[in-house]
C-alpha cells in the first residue's frame, strides 16, 4: 500500500458495512439437507421403481446442467458440446461395466466379450481397451480424459481470444463428429444401439452415493463462485477486456473453469452410465447439450440452485407430459427456449432472488428492467477477437 | 491412385457448390447481424418441403426456386419480427431461441406433412449426366448445381455492391452507430437481411430437395457445415464464403475418399481449427480498421 | 530523477495509414505528464501500444528497465502500468466494492485467486479508495446503477487500488459536467502526488487545474514539449491548435 494521501478520507470515517452473502448461507444448507434426505429416503418410503431411476437420473442432470451454469452462467462461454465431456465420462464407465459382464455372462454364441464386438467380428478385446476391465481405471479415465480434453480445447481456443458465437459453433462441430465416430467404429462403442445390458447399480446404496457426489459438487460450486476466483471469474465474464487490463491471464481463468466444467460433466456421465445402464451416441450430442444449456436458463443460470431446479422441473416435466403431448411436447420444448431468452431472462431462482433483494427497494418495473439492462450487458461478445472489442478506436 | 484422387477433386466441386448454396444465406444473416441462425438448417428443410408440394404440384425446381425464396422468406419476416428483432445485441442467446425455433419448425412440418420421406425428381433435361476423365459419371444435376452456386454468388454480390439496399448494408456492417446516426433505419435493414438470407436459405432447400431424401431432420447437418464454412472462411466477406466452401469441400471429398468418412470430417475440423488459431477472424475475415 | 518510461522510435500503422511516426517520448518518475493534441495525432494509439492492446509496428517500449514492447496486457500491468479507457469501462454487474475488490493489487494467478480471503487490511484499504472517489455510499450498489461521472471515478478507484507505478488516463473527463470536471481533475491531482501520471487531455480549463509539464503530439509525432504556458505561446502549437497549419 503505497502512501496515497488519504489522510482527511480516514479521519472522518464512519462504520461502513459491506453487504456480503455469506458463502454457505444457513438457509441453504438447511434447505440442501432437507432435499437431501426427502430424495436419499425415498427408497424406504416409496415403492416405485420407474420414480426411484428417474431421481438417481435427475440427480445427474442436475449435475451436468450445473457444469453448464459454471461455463456459461458465471463466466459467459456458451459451449453447444459439453455433452462430450458428459458421453465420454458415460462411456468409459460404460464399456469397463459391459467387458465385466460379460466375463460372467457370457454371449448367446458363448463369447465373452461384448455382443457389439461379437456382431463385428472381433474374437477378442482389443489390447487397447484391455485396461479397461479394471473399473477403477475406467472411473479416473472418466474423470480425467474430459479434463483434459476441456484443457486442450481452452489452450486452442481461449488463448486466441476464440469464444462467443464461434466457440458455440465450434464446440457443436466437434461434439458431432464424436458422434459420427461413435457410429463408424461400432466394433468398439456399440455404434448406433450403445452399450446396454450390463449389471448396473440401482438402489438405494448407489442413489446414496450421486446423492453424495452432487451435494458435494453444488457445495463446490457455491464456495468455487463466492470465492475471490468467482468474482474475478464474473468479471470476466462481465468485462473481460477491463479484467486483460487489469493484470488478469483472461485465458487462462477460462481454461479453469471450463476443465472445471469438463471434470464435473465427466463425473456426472459416469455416475449416469452405472446408474441407468445404456448409453448411446445421443449422450454425447449437441442436442442433448443444448437442452442442458436451457435447464439452466430455466433455472438460472449465475445461480447455483438454479441447474438443479431447472434440471428436476424441465425433465420432471418431460417424463410426465411427454407421453400425453406427444410432438406437441417438442413444440413446447422450442416455446421454452424462446420463453426463457425473451421473458424469463435470469431464470426461475435468478427472478425470485432478484425479486427478494429488490423487494424493499423498487417497484417490478425496476426489477424488470434492470434485469433487462444485466442481460443485455452479460452477452455482448460475438467478435472473435476480444482484447480490442471495447477499445475505443485508436486514432 | 493419383487420377482417382483428382476425379475426387472434380466431382468435390458439386460439394463446395452445396456448401456455397447452403451457407450463402447464413453467411449475409451473421455477416451484417452478427447473429446465428441456428434455424438455419430448418428453413433449408422448409424451402425442400416447398420444393416437394411445387412438385406435386407438377412444377420442376426451376419453378420450386422462387416459390421456396418467397416462402421461406416470409417465414424469415415472421421469425426475425416475433422473436430476432429484439436481442440482435445477445448473440449467444439469439442462438438459443433460434435453436427452438429450429425444433418448432421440425415439429410443425412432421405434424403437417407426416413422419415419411419425400423425393423430389430433378427436372427432365437435366437427367442423365457425362462422364470426366476417370469414368466417373457426373450428373448434369451437380453441373446445374455448380452454376446455381456461382449465380447466387453473383446475386448476392449484385445485392450488397450495386442496390441502395446493398449499399445501407455495407454501412451498417462497417459502422452501426454512424450509420443509425446518417438516417439509416439499422432496424429495417437487418429485417431486410434477415429476410434476404431467409429466403436464399429457402433457394438453398429447393435445390438440394432432388439429391437428398427430403425430412424433417433433413437441414441440420446443413446448417453445421455452414457454420464451419464461416468461421474458415470468416465473416464478413462473401470471398470468405467461396474460400470456406472451397475448402472444407474439397478437402472432405478428398479426404473421405482417401481414409473414410468419419475421419475426413475429423481432419477438416482440425484443420478448421488450426486456421482459427492462427487467424481468428477466418481467411477472409472482415478486420476493422484501427 | 530516472527515467520510468521510455519510448523510443514508436511506429504504429493501420491499413496503410502511420499513425505514430517514430515518436521518441519520456516520462520521469514522479512525473505527471499530459499529453495534447489535435484528433487524429495518435494519443490514444500511444497509450495502446504501451498497454499492449496493438503490437507496434517498429520501436521500442521500455519501462522501469524492461523492454515490455509486444508484451500482452495482463503482462504490462504486471510490470506496473494500469490503464483507464476513454470510456468508462467498470464491470457493470459486479457491486461497486467487488469492482474494487477485484483490482486490488495482488496475486493474479488463478489458484491464488481460488483461496485468497478479503483480509481487514484489504477491506480497510478497499474502503478508504471507495471513500477517496467519494462512492462509498453507494459501495453495494451494482456498478450498472452508476452515473457517468459515478464511473469514471469508479475506474479511477481501481487504478488507485491496483497501485501501479504509471497511470495511464485516457481523457478521464470526457462528458462530464464542469463541476465534475473540477472534481476529477483534483483527484487527478492528488493521485499524481504519490504516482506517475500520464494524461491525455482535451479540456483546456482541467489542463490548466493540474499540469505542470505539457507534450503536444501532432500527426503521429512530437510537436513541443515543457511546461504549459510556455508550450502553449510556442507559435508552432498555436498553429496547429487554431487550423492555420499546413491545411490551409
Redesign the interface.
Known amino acids: 500500500?503505497?502512501?496515497?494521501?488519504?489522510a482527511d478520507?480516514?479521519t472522518k470515517?464512519p462504520v461502513?458495512r459491506?453487504?456480503r452473502t455469506p458463502m454457505l448461507p444457513r438457509w441453504a444448507l438447511i434447505g440442501g439437507a432437507g432435499v437431501v434426505a426427502l430424495i436419499g429416503s425415498y427408497p424406504y418410503y416409496g415403492s416405485n421403481g420407474y420414480m426411484l431411476s428417474l431421481l438417481g437420473k435427475f440427480l445427474c442432470y442436475a449435475v451436468f446442467a450445473l457444469s453448464i451454469d459454471l461455463i456459461w452462467g458465471f463466466t459467459g462461454i456458451l459451449s453447444l458440446g459439453q455433452a462430450v465431456y458428459f458421453g465420454v465420462g458415460a462411456y468409459f464407465v460404460a464399456v469397463s461395466l459391459k467387458l465385466n459382464y460379460t466375463l460372467t455372462h457370457p454371449t448367446r454364441y458363448g463369447g465373452k466379450i461384448p455382443d457389439f464386438m461379437e456382431w463385428n467380428g472381433l474374437t477378442a478385446v482389443p489390447s487397447f481397451m484391455a485396461p479397461l476391465m479394471s473399473l477403477p481405471f475406467a472411473i479416473v479415465c472418466a474423470l480425467v480424459v474430459p479434463t483434459l480434453l476441456a484443457l486442450l480445447f481452452g489452450v486452442i481456443t481461449f488463448k486466441r481470444h476464440i469464444y462467443g458465437v464461434y466457440c458455440a459453433v465450434i464446440t457443436l462441430a466437434e461434439s458431432l463428429i464424436l458422434q459420427d465416430f461413435i457410429i463408424e467404429y461400432q466394433a468398439y462403442t456399440g455404434g448406433f444401439n450403445g452399450i446396454t445390458d450390463y449389471s448396473n447399480y440401482v438402489g438405494a446404496a448407489f442413489l446414496w452415493f450421486i446423492l453424495g457426489v452432487t451435494a458435494v459438487f453444488f457445495l463446490t460450486g457455491r464456495v468455487?463462485t463466492h470465492?475471490?476466483?468467482g468474482?474475478?471469474l464474473?468479471?470476466i465474464g462481465?468485462?473481460d477486456?477491463?479484467?486483460?487490463?487489469?493484470?488478469?491471464?483472461?485465458a487462462?481463468?477460462r481454461i479453469?473453469v471450463f476443465c472445471v466444467s469438463a471434470f464435473m460433466a465427466g463425473a456426472a456421465g459416469a455416475m449416469y452410465a452405472a446408474w441407468v445402464g445404456l448409453v448411446s451416441f445421443l449422450d454425447t450430442g449437441p442436442v442433448y447439450s443444448v437442452e442442458a444449456v436451457i435447464w439452466t436458463a430455466v433455472g438460472g443460470r449465475g445461480t447455483i440452485i438454479g441447474p438443479f431446479v431447472g434440471a428436476f422441473l424441465v425433465k420432471g416435466a418431460e417424463f410426465f407430459l411427454s407421453g400425453t403431448l406427444a410432438e406437441w411436447w417438442q413444440i413446447l420444448v422450442g416455446g421454452l427456449f424462446i420463453f426463457v431468452v425473451l421473458v424469463l431472462r435470469d431464470g426461475i431462482v435468478g427472478t425470485i432472488a432478484n425479486w427478494v433483494r429488490r423487494r424493499s427497494a423498487g417497484s417490478f418495473r425496476q426489477i424488470a428492467q434492470?434485469a433487462d439492462?444485466?442481460a443485455h450487458?452479460?452477452q455482448r461478445d460475438w467478435q472473435a477477437e476480444g482484447?480490442?472489442r471495447?477499445?475505443?478506436?485508436?486514432? | 491412385m493419383t487420377q482417382s484422387i483428382i476425379t475426387q477433386f472434380l466431382s468435390g466441386f458439386s460439394v463446395v457448390a452445396i456448401l456455397i448454396i447452403a451457407a450463402l444465406g447464413l453467411a449475409i444473416i451473421f455477416g451484417v447481424a452478427g447473429v446465428i441462425n441456428m434455424a438455419h438448417g430448418e428453413f433449408i428443410m422448409v424451402g425442400a418441403y416447398t420444393a416437394a408440394v411445387v412438385g406435386k404440384l407438377g412444377g420442376n425446381t426451376l419453378v420450386a426456386i422462387p416459390v421456396a425464396f418467397v416462402t421461406v422468406g416470409l417465414l424469415g419476416l415472421l421469425i426475425e419480427r416475433g422473436i430476432v428483432q429484439w436481442i440482435y445485441d445477445r448473440p449467444l442467446e439469439t442462438l438459443l431461441a433460434t435453436w427452438g425455433v429450429g425444433i418448432i419448425l421440425q415439429t410443425v412440418t412432421k405434424l403437417i406433412f407426416g413422419p415419411e420421406l419425400y423425393y423430389v425428381g430433378s427436372p427432365k433435361f437435366l437427367a442423365g449426366g457425362f462422364r470426366v476423365i476417370g469414368r466417373l459419371p457426373f450428373p448434369w444435376y451437380r453441373l446445374f448445381l455448380v452454376i446455381v452456386a456461382i449465380l447466387l454468388l453473383a446475386l448476392v454480390f449484385h445485392v450488397i455492391f450495386k442496390t441502395n439496399l446493398g449499399l445501407e448494408v455495407r454501412a451498417v456492417r462497417r459502422n452501426r452507430a454512424i450509420a443509425g446516426c446518417l438516417g439509416i433505419d439499422t432496424a429495417r435493414v437487418d429485417m431486410a437481411v434477415f429476410v434476404f438470407g431467409s429466403g436464399l436459405a429457402g433457394i438453398a432447400g429447393a435445390v438440394l430437395a432432388p439429391i437428398k431424401s427430403v425430412s424433417t431432420a433433413m437441414g441440420f447437418p446443413y446448417a453445421v457445415d455452414s457454420f464451419m464454412v464461416l468461421v474458415l472462411g470468416g465473416v464478413g466477406n462473401l470471398w470468405g464464403v467461396a474460400a470456406g466452401a472451397g475448402l472444407i469441400g474439397e478437402a472432405e471429398t478428398v479426404l473421405s475418399f482417401i481414409f473414410n468418412n468419419v475421419i475426413g470430417r475429423l481432419l477438416v475440423f482440425l484443420f478448421i481449427v488450426v486456421t482459427i488459431r492462427l487467424v481468428p477472424k477466418g481467411i477472409f475475415g472482415y478486420?476493422e480498421?484501427? | 530523477m530516472a527515467l520510468l518510461l521510455e519510448v523510443e522510435g514508436l511506429t504504429a500503422k493501420?491499413?496503410g495509414?502511420t499513425?505514430l511516426d517514430s515518436l521518441d517520448f519520456s516520462l520521469e518518475e514522479g512525473e505527471l505528464r499530459v499529453l495534447v493534441g489535435p484528433?487524429?495525432?495518435?494519443?490514444?494509439?500511444l497509450m495502446?501500444m504501451i498497454?499492449g492492446?496493438?503490437k507496434p509496428y517498429a520501436g521500442a517500449i521500455r519501462f522501469a528497465g524492461q523492454n515490455i514492447t509486444g508484451w500482452?496486457?495482463?503482462a504490462v500491468?504486471?510490470s506496473g502500468i494500469?490503464?483507464k479507457?476513454?470510456?468508462p469501462?467498470?464491470?457493470?454487474?459486479?457491486?461497486v466494492?467487488?469492482?474494487v475488490?477485484?483490482?486490488l493489487k495482488g496475486r493474479?494467478?488463478?489458484f491464488a485467486?481460488?483461496?485468497?480471503?478479503?483480509g481487514g487490511?484489504e477491506?480497510d484499504?478497499i474502503?478508504?479508495i471507495?471513500?477517496?472517489v467519494e462512492l462509498?455510499d453507494k459501495?453495494?450498489e451494482?456498478a450498472?446503477t452508476l452515473s457517468h461521472g459515478e464511473r469514471q471515478w469508479l475506474e479511477l478507484g481501481?487504478l488507485?487500488a491496483?497501485?501501479p507505478r504509471l497511470l495511464l488516463l485516457?481523457e478521464p473527463t470526457t462528458g462530464m459536467t464542469e463541476d465534475d470536471k473540477r472534481k476529477t481533475a483534483e483527484l487527478i491531482r492528488?493521485?499524481a502526488?504519490?504516482?506517475t501520471v500520464l494524461l491525455v487531455e482535451h479540456d483546456m480549463h482541467v489542463v490548466r487545474q493540474i499540469a505542470r509539464k505539457v507534450t503536444v503530439l501532432h500527426m503521429g509525432r512530437r510537436l513541443a514539449e515543457g511546461p504549459l504556458s510556455e508550450v502553449m505561446s510556442d507559435p508552432m502549437v498555436r498553429e496547429v491548435y487554431l487550423g492555420k497549419g499546413k491545411f490551409q
Do not use: C
Request: no cysteine; aromatic share 12%; net charge positive.
Open positions: 500500500m503505497s502512501g496515497i494521501a488519504l478520507a480516514i470515517k461502513r459491506v453487504r468455487l470465492s475471490r476466483l468474482t474475478v464474473k468479471s462481465d468485462n477486456v477491463r479484467a486483460e487490463f487489469m493484470g488478469y491471464n483472461v487462462n481463468y479453469f434492470e439492462r444485466k450487458d452479460r482484447a480490442t471495447h477499445g475505443e478506436e485508436a486514432r | 478486420y480498421r484501427r | 493501420v491499413s495509414y499513425i484528433n487524429g495525432a495518435g494519443k490514444t494509439t495502446s498497454s492492446q496493438f500482452p496486457p495482463d500491468f504486471q494500469s490503464r479507457f476513454q470510456v469501462n467498470v464491470y457493470e454487474t459486479l457491486s466494492f467487488n469492482n475488490m477485484v483490482s493474479r494467478k488463478v485467486t481460488l483461496f485468497q480471503k478479503l487490511e477491506a484499504r474502503w478508504e471507495l471513500e477517496f462509498a459501495a453495494n451494482s450498472d481501481m488507485i491496483s497501485d485516457d492528488r493521485i502526488q504519490s504516482h
